[in-house]
């Protein structure tokens, strides 16, 4: 499945995603999205490994995603 989903918690609303690669390139980036829960389609992508970063009001978090 190519398509993975973030949820924040304490009804937290997202407000941008961006998808890195190990390079620290950019690849895809998602903006103004203000939900709480966000589908996100990595179709596009190569297979390999990946850094998403999802900014909110309060947070910046990252985490390691592997697509296979």
Not at 37 to 64: C, E, P
């Given at each position: 499945?190519?398509?993975?989903t973030i ?22 980036e998602i ?27 309060r947070d ?9």
């Amino acid at each position: 499945n190519s398509v993975f989903t973030i949820q924040t918690i304490n009804s937290e609303k997202i407000d941008n995603i961006s998808v890195f690669d190990l390079l620290g390139n950019k690849v895809l980036e998602i903006k103004a999205i203000n939900a709480e829960r966000v589908g996100i389609d990595v179709s596009s992508l190569s297979i390999g490994q990946y850094f998403i970063q999802a900014v909110t009001s309060r947070d910046v978090v990252n985490k390691k995603i592997i697509k296979e």
